[in-house]
Nanobody
């Protein structure tokens, strides 16, 4: 199986930037689609972004489009989420996830999950 470990979360002021990383281990030879999801207290888990194995196909939620950038380095078995112009409403636990096949924005379609990293954006 695949193990995913997120890092890079923390506290940042509104308008600031943060870069999350997700390191994968295990069956990393598979052509996994990777995604970032987030869950705020009292809310459901929502997709943030997703990226194909090649990096040619990317998906962004409307709420983060233009501010966040997803990328991956397959040689390092790592996917990134660059978050710019952060807003207080971006505060959430951010999760990295993986699936085999197509880029799909639904978390229910992802098979492997990290334990999450907290992102807190202050006013």
């Amino acid at each position: 199986q695949v193990q995913l470990v997120e890092s890079g979360g923390g506290l940042v002021q509104a308008g600031g930037s943060l870069r999350l990383s997700c390191a994968a281990s295990g069956r990393t030879f598979s052509r996994y689609v990777m995604g970032w999801f987030r869950q705020a207290p009292g809310k459901e888990r929502d997709v943030v972004a997703a990226i194909s194995w090649s990096g040619d196909i990317k998906y962004y939620a409307d709420s983060v489009k233009g501010r966040f950038t997803i990328s991956r380095d397959n040689a390092k078995n790592t996917v990134y989420l660059q978050m710019n112009s952060l807003k207080p409403e971006d505060t959430a636990v951010y999760y990295c996830a993986a699936r085999v096949g197509m880029v799909i924005p639904s978390g229910a379609e992802y098979d492997y999950w990290g334990q999450g990293t907290q992102v807190t954006v202050s006013s």
